[in-house]
């Protein structure tokens, strides 16, 4: 054992303004040298994480914790509970006894399994039985661990993680229980006539209305969009409902970052039915601000974001109401949104490429539309789980 190892792990839940600090700015020493890695807002880190600003804890309880070693802070995790997946269906990943860990980062192996097991021992504290992560902080924010696709940048709100992370997490008795998969697209190139074909049977189709967002009302706009989400994904592994008030705080933090070409809502016969929202990859925008947005980071990304141009956007979210899932309108409507979606990238934000994902490895419909446009897998995100 070297002279680093054999020093003392000490973790500690943090309690300090300092604490804090050290918990976000761990992450960009730990990924200094990975030219792969996106610096994260550190303010946008600070709101995750405070009860004060996130609305998440109005139904879910969390502990951060930070390991240091000699006195250096060597890695970091959070445990939680949501009573909104206590809530869930067992077979849709929650249910009684479930908790969470996430924004897990460690030095080595050591420091790994320390930090792991003090998050088991909360948990088992506040009666739970098993533990599923890495879920930072829930299904809606970074769930999964990359276990595939280290090797080129994240995008706009997808995690980054170092490669030794798995065999750790394993080490620790844990096994993959879903994988989360994005998928690239280059957007440049037409989609295949079959595609092409059912867009203009839909665009000829009068019961059929495809419309931008009017970011006038955002407000009102995305409180549509996610009721539509709450209802089309209702059924799907993970799913927890956001409730109104996380509603209201990702409409606010959208705003300034969505554009009116990048999102669609399909109407059918009037009653908006399904939506894609498309974003910029704001990681291309902010990279070289190293998470600070003062005092100068600030102007610069509200300049870039006047017009920005940027090579990649990513489909963070895209929904059908249940209704009509598994029909071929269903599937209609969403060749046609992303065909209008992806002219409109070209054409207005330059961007040659595209990320749609995530997906559940067994969402068996957006894998089948993944696979007729023609996309290649190019992450894979996994959670895994543990009895307690």
């Known amino acids: 054992m070297n ?9 500690q839940p943090i309690a300090s303004g300092r604490d804090r600090k050290e918990f976000v700015e761990y992450q960009f020493r730990h990924y200094a040298n990975d030219p792969n890695w ?18 998440w804890f109005e139904h879910a309880e969390a502990q951060f914790f930070v390991a240091r070693r000699g006195g250096k802070v060597v890695g970091r995790i959070s445990a939680q509970v949501d009573q909104l997946v206590l809530a869930m269906p067992v077979e849709q990943g929650g249910g009684p006894g479930v908790g969470h860990w996430g924004m897990f980062e460690a030095e080595d192996a050591e420091v790994a399994s320390a930090l792991i097991a003090t998050a088991e021992q909360w948990l088992r504290g506040r009666g739970m039985t098993s533990a599923i992560g890495p879920m930072s902080l829930s299904v809606w924010d970074e769930p999964g661990l990359l276990v595939s696709g280290a090797d080129h940048p994240p995008t706009v709100m997808m995690g980054h993680h170092d490669p030794a992370y798995a065999a750790w997490v394993e080490a620790s008795g844990y096994a993959g229980i879903k994988d989360l998969y994005a998928f690239d697209l280059d957007i440049t190139k037409p989609f295949p006539p079959l595609v092409q074909r059912i867009v203009a049977s839909g665009e000829r189709n009068a019961r059929i209305h495809i419309r931008k967002v009017d970011k006038s009302r955002f407000a009102e706009e995305a409180a549509l969009i996610l009721s539509i989400l709450n209802n089309a994904w209702s059924d799907n592994w993970g799913f927890v409902p956001l409730t109104d008030a996380e509603i209201a705080y ?3 933090k959208l705003k300034p970052i969505v554009f009116e070409d990048l999102i669609r809502i399909a109407e059918v016969e009037g009653e908006p039915v399904a939506f894609m929202m498309t974003l910029p990859d704001l990681n291309e925008l902010t990279r070289d601000l190293n998470g600070e947005l003062f005092p100068f980071g600030f102007i610069k990304l509200l300049w870039r974001l ?17 209704r009509l899932q598994a029909t071929r309108l269903a599937s209609q409507l969403a060749f046609i949104m992303i065909d209008y979606i992806r002219t409109d ?5 330059g961007a040659s490429r595209s990320e749609i ?10 894998v089948s539309i993944a696979d007729t446009i023609e996309t290649k897998r190019n992450k894979t995100y996994r959670l895994y789980r543990k009895a307690l």
């Open 3 to 11: 002279a680093i190892s054999s020093t003392p792990i000490v973790i």
């Open 38 to 55: 996106v610096p994260p807002l550190k303010d946008e880190v600070r709101g995750l994480i405070n009860p004060k600003s996130n609305p």
């Open 250 to 252: 990702a409409g606010k």
């Open 306 to 322: 006047r017009k920005p141009k940027v090579r990649t956007v990513r489909v963070p979210l895209m929904g059908v109401i249940k």
């Open 345 to 349: 990238s070209v054409r207005n934000f």
């Open 357 to 366: 994902g995530w997906i559940l490895d067994d969402n068996q419909g957006m």
